[in-house]
C-alpha cells in the first residue's frame, strides 16, 4: 500500500475528480438560479414576496442544517459516505422542478436540494482540503468553488436560454438529471475516502491548538473564526436577496427573460471564474484584508443596484458583485481551515457553513417582510447597508496570523516572512 502524501501534485487525480464532481453540484442550484421566481408568479400565481421567497428560505434552513451535521459526522462515517448519500437525496429535484402541480412540491424539492448541497458540497470542500495539507488551502478552495459557482452560472444562463425558446417547464430541468447520474456514479465508484490524509497531517502539524468548543468559537468567540463566519453569513444573506429579488425587480423594470438570465448569470459566473486567481491569493496575503476588501465591495454593488436603468448598469453591478464575492468565498474557508486543527478542521467548517448558509434563510425573511412591508428598493438597500457593517466587523475584530511568503530569488526553496527574515525549508 502507498504511503499517504499531502499535496495537490500528489493527489492530483482526485483532487480534480472532486473539482468536476463539485461542478455537477454548483449546477443543481443553477437549474433554479434564474427561473423559480417567474414560476411561482407566472404559473402559480404567487404575488407576495415572502410566499415566492419561501423555496430559499426552506433550501438554506435544509442545506444549513446538514452542513453542520456533514461536519460533526465526517470523522464518524467518512467522507465519501456523506457524498454520496447527498447525491442520492438529490435524485428526486429535477423531476420534481419539472412536473410539481403545486408550489408546495417545489418547497419538497428545496428541502431535497438543500439536503444534497450540504452533504456535497461540504464533502467535496473538506476532502480537498484534507488532500492539499497546509500550503495550498487557499488555491484548492479556489478551484473548488469557482467549479461550483462557474458551473451555476453556465447553468442560470443555459436554463433561461432554454426557457425563452421553450417554456420555463419542463425542458430547462432535464439536464439536472444528467447532474445527479453522473454525480451519484462518480462518488460512488471513484471517489476515496481522504481520512487516512487527515491522519497525516495531523501528525505532522500539531501547532494549531484544539478549540476547547468547536460551535462556540467558531461561531463568535474566536475573533478571526467569529470574524469570518459573520461574513460569511452576511454573505449568503445578500445572495439570498439578489437570488430571489432581483429577478422579480428587473422584470418590474421591463427586462425579459434573456436578459434577466444575462444579468442573474454574469454574477456567479464572475465569482467562479474570480476564484481562480482570488483563491491563490488567500496563500499570501493577510486573510484579514481579502476579507475587508471583498465584503466592502458587495455592500457598494448592492447599494448601486438602486440607481441603475440599463442593462449595462446591472452587467457591470454584476461583475462588481461577483468580484467581491469571488475575493471572501475561497478566503473564508482557507481561514476556517487555517484556525482549527486538522482533527476539529470537519467539524469547523461544518459550523461556519450552517451559520453561513442560514443566511439564506435570514435573506429571505427579510427581503420579503421589507419588500411587502415597504418596497424591493429599501429591502436592497438595507442588505446593502448590512454588508457594509460586515466589512467593518473585519477590519476591526480579525488579526492577521504570521504567514510565509514566496520569494523567487533562486530555486534553494528560500522563504520571506512577514518581518522580511529568510528562512530555509
Known amino acids: 500500500?502507498?504511503?499517504?502524501?499531502?499535496?495537490?501534485?500528489?493527489?492530483?487525480k482526485q483532487f480534480w475528480l472532486l473539482v468536476f464532481i463539485n461542478a455537477l453540484v454548483g449546477g443543481m442550484i443553477g437549474l433554479e438560479r434564474t427561473l423559480l421566481p417567474?414560476?411561482?408568479?407566472?404559473e402559480f400565481h404567487l404575488t407576495s414576496a415572502s410566499i415566492i421567497l419561501s423555496f430559499i428560505i426552506v433550501f438554506g434552513l435544509f442545506k444549513a442544517f446538514t452542513n453542520y451535521f456533514t461536519g460533526a459526522l465526517a470523522n464518524r462515517f467518512g467522507r465519501k459516505r456523506l457524498l454520496v448519500f447527498g447525491w442520492l437525496i438529490g435524485i428526486p429535484v429535477p423531476f420534481l422542478l419539472m412536473y410539481a402541480n403545486n408550489w408546495n412540491w417545489i418547497i419538497v424539492a428545496n428541502i431535497l436540494l438543500g439536503i444534497n448541497q450540504g452533504l456535497t458540497w461540504s464533502s467535496t470542500v473538506v476532502m480537498k482540503i484534507d488532500l492539499v495539507g497546509e500550503k495550498e488551502r487557499g488555491f484548492a478552495m479556489g478551484l473548488?468553488?469557482?467549479?461550483?459557482?462557474?458551473m451555476l452560472g453556465l447553468?442560470?444562463?443555459t436554463t433561461s436560454s432554454i426557457a425563452n425558446n421553450y417554456g420555463l417547464r419542463p425542458y430547462p430541468f432535464v439536464i439536472g438529471i444528467g447532474f445527479v447520474i453522473l454525480g451519484t456514479l462518480l462518488s460512488w465508484f471513484f471517489v476515496k475516502d481522504t481520512s487516512a490524509h487527515v491522519n497525516k497531517e495531523a501528525q505532522l502539524n500539531s501547532s494549531t491548538p484544539l478549540?476547547?468548543?468547536?460551535?462556540q468559537e467558531t461561531t463568535w468567540l474566536n475573533k478571526n473564526l467569529g470574524s469570518v463566519t459573520q461574513a460569511g453569513l452576511i454573505n449568503n444573506l445578500n445572495d439570498?436577496?439578489?437570488?430571489?429579488?432581483?429577478?422579480?425587480?428587473?422584470?418590474?423594470?421591463?427586462?425579459?427573460?434573456?436578459?434577466?438570465?444575462?444579468i442573474t448569470a454574469v454574477y456567479p459566473a464572475v465569482w467562479g471564474l474570480g476564484q481562480l486567481i482570488t483563491g491563490k491569493l488567500a496563500d499570501i496575503y493577510c486573510k484579514k484584508d481579502l476579507l475587508f476588501w471583498g465584503m466592502l465591495l458587495q455592500g457598494i454593488a448592492i447599494m448601486l443596484i438602486i440607481f441603475s436603468s440599463s442593462i449595462a448598469h446591472y452587467i457591470a453591478i454584476s461583475v462588481i458583485l461577483g468580484i467581491g464575492t469571488a475575493i471572501v468565498y475561497p478566503t473564508f474557508l482557507a481561514s476556517i481551515a487555517e484556525d482549527t486543527n486538522p482533527q476539529q478542521r470537519a467539524k469547523s467548517l461544518g459550523v461556519f457553513r450552517f451559520w453561513r448558509d442560514l443566511g439564506y434563510v435570514i435573506g429571505a425573511l427579510l427581503t420579503g417582510v421589507f419588500t411587502d412591508l415597504f418596497s424591493i428598493e429599501f429591502s436592497i438597500a438595507f442588505i446593502g447597508v448590512l454588508t457594509i457593517l460586515s466589512s467593518v466587523v473585519i477590519i476591526y475584530r480579525m488579526y492577521c496570523k504570521p504567514q510565509v511568503k514566496r520569494i523567487f530569488k533562486n530555486a534553494k526553496g528560500l522563504l520571506q516572512n512577514q518581518d522580511g527574515n529568510v528562512v530555509r525549508v
Open 144 to 150: 473548488n468553488e469557482f467549479a461550483g459557482y462557474g
Open 1 to 12: 500500500m502507498n504511503e499517504v502524501q499531502l499535496g495537490l501534485k500528489e493527489n492530483w
Open 38 to 42: 417567474e414560476i411561482a408568479k407566472k
Open 211 to 215: 478549540l476547547k468548543n468547536v460551535f
Open 240 to 262: 439570498a436577496m439578489i437570488w430571489g429579488i432581483l429577478p422579480v425587480l428587473l422584470a418590474q423594470r421591463g427586462f425579459g427573460i434573456a436578459q434577466i438570465g444575462i
Open 155 to 157: 447553468v442560470a444562463f
